[in-house]
């Protein structure tokens, strides 16, 4: 449960530091737009987004048990913080965040951290692109430019009320939208290692401000981004609350210590190395209680993030740590540059998250796994873009652990009589 940052340190050079440094700040600027994106996606301010990558983005490299780990808000939390939020208000959320976060810290003090292995693959693939469905939906909105007052936020509801509105659509805001994916691509094939995305963004928002384009930005739908983080404090804490928010609590803590544990495992894979699935889960309690202080959203590993950053040559926590140094600069000096983000610009970047989310490359792979398998995966997926995300992870991985068990059922040997 040690932190890799203690192991690391003794060892550290100056080489380490400026490789460290660089892929800091490539991964900060990753993590900018998207950490506002998915803010937004989650009915939450915007700025919440970058408190998260601040406040969750250290504590999860500094106490982390990956090496190059980075932490923030992620794609996988929209569905369920857009529920909590509409059903019991920000304020909710950060009290479920914080009952997360605290649930993370018990997990692993009793070193839950190997269970992760025993859930089934079919079940995370299928609520991974459930998720990745629902993100998707819920940007065309912004990429066609549509107007409708308020998305509903069941499925089949905001299908309806997207293609009510589809006398509205802005071909300039889809043309942007479209755009930004398209440059978003074509920088990360050209320069995997620098920070494209934001680039991307960048392009399209200037175009938007500078030819004052009829599309909304960031600025005119939410006003100026504020220029420091708040003030730490305690959300009410009620025992009728508590009780009603443990079911979401259950499932952030669930979604953070997976995709975590998910991103570490990718992470060692790519460096080489072995990361310690208890000080993850430990590190990501702490640091969603952390966010929860600091009024922020559930924080966990970012997949695409940490790729993103040993691609640019981080190497040591303290990378993770200079990119959340990194943003809370940017939020002091330069927050108002943000306001001039385009909303299709930022619709496209989600678009392409969730696409990235449902992994493509998979695809073809699960229709060789087992019918069960196959079975499983669609009946997670329906269920978290039909029901719930609560409904569609309880049934899956119960469904999923019983196939398992009666996959490595041993027949009973055959029964003798004893001689007589």
């Known amino acids: 449960m040690t932190p890799k940052i203690l192991s690391t340190l003794p060892h550290y050079t100056g080489a380490l530091l400026r490789a460290d440094l660089f892929a800091g700040l490539t991964v900060a600027m990753v993590a900018l737009p998207l950490s506002i994106a998915i803010a937004i996606a989650s009915g939450a301010d915007p700025a919440t987004g970058l408190t998260t990558a601040i406040v969750g983005g250290f504590l999860i490299s500094a106490l982390g048990g990956s090496r190059v ?5 992620t794609g996988a939390f929209i569905v369920v913080v857009y529920g909590v939020i ?7 959320l950060i009290l479920a965040t914080l009952m997360a976060g605290a649930i993370l810290l018990v997990a692993g003090y009793f070193r839950a951290g190997n269970l992760v292995h ?6 995370i693939s299928g609520f991974t692109i459930g998720i990745a469905i629902i993100i998707a939906t819920s940007q065309i909105k912004d990429i066609f430019g549509l107007s409708i007052e308020t998305l509903p936020g069941d499925f089949l509801e905001k299908a309806e009320a997207l293609w009510q509105a589809r006398d509205t659509l802005n071909p300039l805001a889809l043309l942007l939208g479209l755009a930004t994916i398209a440059l978003i691509v074509a920088l990360r094939r050209a320069a995997p290692r620098y920070p494209g995305l934001i680039l991307a963004v960048a392009v399209t928002s200037t175009a938007v401000a500078i030819w004052t384009l009829p599309v909304d930005t960031l600025q005119s739908r939410f006003g100026p981004l504020p220029r420091t983080p708040p003030l730490p404090a305690l959300p009410a804490l009620n025992l009728q609350r508590m009780i009603d928010l443990l079911p979401s609590a259950v499932i952030i803590a669930f979604l953070a210590g997976v995709e975590s544990l998910l991103s570490a495992s990718v992470a060692d894979r790519m460096i080489g ?3 310690r699935p208890n000080a993850e889960i430990v590190a990501n309690g702490a640091a969603n209680i952390g966010s929860a202080l600091f009024g922020g959203l559930p924080a966990t590993g970012a997949i695409a993030r940490t ?10 926590p303290v990378a993770g740590m200079i990119h959340a140094v990194t943003i809370l600069l940017v939020m002091l000096l330069a927050a108002p540059l943000a306001g001039y983000f385009a909303m299709p610009a930022l619709a496209g970047l989600l678009l392409l998250t969730a696409w990235n989310m449902s992994e493509p490359h998979k695809w073809r792979g699960y229709l060789r796994e087992r019918t069960s398998d196959k079975v499983l995966l669609v009946l997670t997926l329906v269920l978290t873009v039909l029901a719930d995300l609560t409904v569609a992870i309880g049934v899956g991985v119960a469904l999923g652990l019983a ?18």
Do not use: F, M, S
């Open 307 to 316: 790729a993103t950053n040993v691609r640019a040559g981080g190497r040591t």
């Open 403 to 420: 196939i398992r068990l009666r996959r490595r059922k041993v027949p009973e040997a055959e029964w003798h009589p004893p001689d007589a």
């Open 273 to 275: 190395g072995r990361y």
């Open 118 to 123: 025993h859930i089934p693959e079919a079940v």
């Open 69 to 73: 780990q980075i932490g923030g808000p």
């Open 86 to 92: 509409a059903d019991h208000g920000h304020d909710g």
